[in-house]
């Protein structure tokens, strides 16, 4: 691991392209293997297990070091990783036999199996064995947050040029290979054959999504990305092939290159046509998406029963394709893999594949809107499985990995206040009768040592016709004031309606008198069983407002 | 008497009133007592200046003979009676010749410390513990993230990168009283005894060591050497000439920096440094806290540098600890390290 992280260290600041080759080429003749088959996957993103969040690397520290000169050694450092690879104190282990450091190998073959509560443990062990730059390498690589600098197809270059190799071979071999590359490695040492993708029904590593941050807007452009929903079933890749024979193979993998065929065999008939398809697998019943706790029944079963079959009829929602027939589509731009991908969904014309929709939007808050209510934006009676929407930027190729950029994942996971009613004002359009925008509040301590209301947001959307109407005419019966089109509405601690609130992110604002700023709020229910006085409280804001920009 | 009536700050540094006399002004003062020859500790102007006979020689070689109105030299350990008080110099590890100053008035001891490493240096005294009631620390790394590991296994990291770049020649941007030095006696030890080649503004400084006894190898200018020729070599540059139009000279050169700030990534990549260094001249966070252990003080002036972390780290054992408001100290050299970080705060130092 120490060897890897200084290899990605220096890669990290050398600029040039041949001289990277070089550091890699020296890298890959001077390890041995399996390492430097674990580092090829690494610097192509074909490692895949599931990543440590940043707040499980902040307990370890804490638990380790003085809170206060965490503080000043994040504050000066800027980067969590980096800051806790540094500070990690020297660990005091007993006796002289101290365990070698891990090697690459030993951290991805045990992250693969790891099971998340044993993780921080042996986070720890390792971080107590590793030096500053193989911590540093270490944490970037469990947090799924490596930034290498440098292309999958550089780094195949550079394994290439090990054996004096035209890269174009190892591309087109790639898909049979996997890590560690024994048979790649022996093959450029001159030891063994040349490998041969034989396999007509190779798994390609997937492109996975960034969360988007509400930062991340500011620097998107709504016209640059195409949505679909986000389905609550499971990530698969369906591939098929004609094997020696001309006979058409197919195969169902997990995202992470599991085969599981054998536990769909209803839907492997379905992939009659060799291709390669990225999609969700989700149950159907009656044409209808099941929610995920109905597909969790299907999965992790030892027999395959025809009952359990019929009952959990399964389905794959198709969003994308990798490969059709003998042509690899993944440098083709997302548009262009789309149109593909509407062909040979059509050419296919079989009732357990059909094509993920994409969501029309032409502004953010649009696309807000749309995700909010998945039932009124097309999705429909499957909003219940949607869990979010999916942005895809439209000239981005399939990248394998998670780079950050092309491909970004919005949740519908809002955050929930209970605020009370504060101003009302009159909508637009259709709504102008309606007192449809609200003004909404929750408690702080005010100059007089009592407690009053601070605004601290807007929402005009998220409730029924029916509740508008209710609200409507509590406005109508509880205004204290007018001015204009805007009610100051009764908000006492006894005496007011409770909201709540949901949404999708803080940000300080010192345009607001509260300091804070929502993203996206929406009234998601009314609490007319609450009084006024047990509605939220600022500091539970800033409270979310540190757990959301603390890491 | 108080430790502060002993030594405040002023305006012009660090004042010693019953004694009458500054420690490392930065004003012109009638006497002053300097720790070591780094500009922003040594400047020219003063009265009378008492220092080591190394300190003396650099100000002479940096600022010209007349440097100051009279000089006078001082052994490490040697006791100095200077109005009510006695003070004496001690190795304080950081460069050749430097010093730290114990100011000794009836039973209080305080000790300024200077800039200081404990960390092993093939090119000066080591550091000598100097117990006392008042320690005056600096603060460059003073957080628990600066840790500099051993400077061997930096300067291997160079002599990989030299083999691995046959082709290139290796600019090592390192300051050039002290640092310069302590690289080229580590690629010593490490075996390479290739020419290594020097700026034009190191090769005074870098001479200096030589006649004082440092074993440095053959050293030579690169000035004048043709571009082929530089392939595969190593040259020690101040920093602000790594990004210069001096560099042009070199064939497709890696830009190396020794600096303990090499530690954290932003500052090096702030830099455009391609083959950072973790090589400093000051103590790191495990040397400052064990070092204020070490003197038994049981109060800690804390200065230039992460003073808040230091003095918090004090106060947790129970030491009393304050910061020292010293202006002026931590920009030697502040030309070079603001060309290098584009930073021009003065807030950067002789790392
Ligand atoms: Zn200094």
């Known amino acids: ?551 | 008497m108080r430790p502060q009536d002993i030594l405040m700050p002023v305006p012009a540094g660090l004042c010693c009133k019953p004694g009458g006399f500054h420690i490392d002004p930065v004003r012109p003062v009638e006497r002053a007592l300097i720790t070591h020859g780094h500009s922003d500790h040594a400047r020219p102007g003063h009265g009378a200046v008492l220092a080591t006979q190394e300190t003396l020689d650099m100000m002479r070689l940096r600022y010209g003979d007349d440097f100051a109105g009279s000089t006078q030299a001082i052994a490490y350990g040697e006791e100095i009676r200077l109005g009510d008080v006695t003070v004496s110099f001690h190795p304080a590890g950081h460069v050749l010749g430097s010093a730290q100053i114990a100011v000794t008035c009836k039973d209080t001891r305080i000790v300024a410390s200077g800039d200081y490493k404990d960390a092993r240096d093939p090119t000066c005294a080591p550091f000598e513990l100097v117990p006392c009631d008042v320690f005056i620390t600096e603060a460059t790394f003073g957080l628990p993230v600066f840790r500099h590991g051993d400077a061997a296994g930096e300067v291997s990291k160079l002599l990989a990168s030299v083999k691995l770049f046959p082709e290139r020649a290796h600019l090592v941007g390192a300051y050039s009283l002290g640092k310069a030095q302590r690289v080229i006696a580590l690629l010593r030890e490490a075996g390479y005894d290739a020419p290594i080649y020097l700026h034009g503004a190191m090769e005074k400084i870098t001479y200096y060591y030589q006649e004082r006894g440092i074993p440095l190898g053959e050293l030579r200018p690169a000035r004048g050497v043709k571009k082929a020729d530089l392939a595969g070599t190593i040259t020690l540059a101040p920093p602000s000439a790594t990004s210069d139009v001096w560099t042009r000279r070199f064939p497709d050169p890696v830009t190396a920096f020794a600096s303990g700030w090499m530690r954290v990534r932003a500052r090096a990549r702030q830099g455009g440094v391609e083959l950072p260094l973790v090589i400093s001249d000051h103590a790191d966070w495990d040397g400052l806290t064990a070092t204020i252990a070490a003197t038994g003080a049981g109060e800690i002036w804390v200065t230039h540098g992460q003073e808040d972390a230091l003095v918090h780290w004090c106060k947790t054992k129970g030491l009393a600890a304050r910061p020292l408001d010293l202006v002026g100290y931590g920009d030697e050299d502040e030309g070079e390290t603001a060309a290098l970080t584009g930073e021009a705060n003065g807030g950067e130092t002789t790392a």
């Open chain 1, 1 to 551: 691991m120490n060897r890897f992280a200084e290899l990605l260290d220096r890669l990290a600041y050398e600029p040039g392209r041949n001289n990277k080759i070089k550091l890699l080429v020296a890298y890959f003749r001077d390890t041995e293997d399996p390492d430097r088959g674990y580092a090829l996957a690494a610097l192509t993103g074909a490692l895949s297990f599931k990543h440590a969040k940043p707040g499980l690397i902040r307990d370890l520290i804490t638990e380790r070091a003085d809170p206060v000169l965490f503080g000043y050694s994040y504050d000066y450092v800027g980067d969590l990783s980096e800051t806790v690879a540094l500070m990690w104190p020297k660990a005091e282990l007993p006796g002289h036999n101290n365990p070698p450091p891990p090697t690459l190998t030993d951290v991805v073959t045990t992250l693969r199996t790891l099971g998340k509560a044993e993780l921080p443990a042996q986070l720890a062990r390792w971080l107590d064995e590793l030096d500053e730059t193989g911590r540093w390498a270490l944490l970037k690589l469990v947090t799924g947050a490596m930034r290498i600098g440098i292309s999958a197809r550089l780094a195949k270059t550079a394994a290439a040029a090990l054996g004096d190799k035209d890269p174009h071979e190892i591309e087109l071999m790639w898909p049979g290979l996997s890590p560690p590359y024994l048979d790649l490695f022996a093959w450029l040492e001159g030891r063994g054959d040349k490998p041969v993708n034989r396999d007509p029904t190779p798994f390609r590593p997937v492109m996975l999504a960034h969360a988007i941050e509400d930062s991340d807007f500011a620097n998107l452009d709504a016209a640059d990305f195409s949505a679909e929903w986000k389905w609550d079933g499971i990530r698969v890749q369906a591939v098929s092939g004609r094997d020696e024979r001309g006979h058409i193979q197919a195969r169902l993998y997990s995202r992470t290159g599991e085969d599981i065929t054998g536990s769909f065999p209803d839907l492997a008939p379905s992939l009659h046509l060799p291709g390669a398809i990225d999609g969700e697998l989700l149950v159907l019943r009656d044409g209808r998406v099941q929610t995920f706790n109905v597909l969790q029944q299907r999965l992790n079963r030892k027999v395959v029963s025809p009952k359990l079959i019929k009952e959990f009829p399964i389905h794959l929602r198709a969003y994308d394709l990798l490969g059709d027939d003998e042509t690899d589509l993944r440098e083709l731009p997302f548009t262009e893999r789309r149109a593909h991908l509407e062909r040979f969904v059509a050419k296919l014309d079989d009732p357990r594949i059909d094509l993920s929709p994409t969501v029309p939007f032409a502004s953010w808050d649009e696309l807000a809107a749309a995700r909010a209510d998945p039932k009124s934006a097309g999705a429909g009676d499957d909003a219940d499985a949607v869990e979010g929407v999916m942005l895809k930027r439209r000239d981005a190729p399939y990248l394998p990995g998670r780079p950050k950029g092309p491909w970004w994942k919005w949740k519908r996971d809002p955050h929930i206040i209970d605020a009370v009613l504060m101003y009302a004002q009159r909508g637009h359009g259709k709504r102008s009768s309606y007192y449809s925008d609200y003004t909404f509040g929750v408690w702080t301590s005010g100059e007089n040592g009592g407690d009053e209301l601070v605004p601290v947001g807007k929402a005009y959307f998220g409730f029924t016709d029916e509740e508008l109407l209710q609200i409507d005419r509590f406005v109508r019966r509880n205004t204290t004031e007018k001015f204009g089109p805007v009610r100051h509405v009764v908000h006492e601690p006894d005496q007011g309606l409770v909201l709540e609130v949901a949404f999708e992110g803080l940000q300080r604002s010192p345009r607001h008198k509260s300091g804070v700023a929502m993203r996206f709020p929406r009234i998601s229910r009314l609490r007319w069983d609450k009084p006024p006085r047990e509605a939220d409280r600022l500091e539970t804001l800033e409270r979310l407002l540190m757990s959301m920009t603390g890491n």
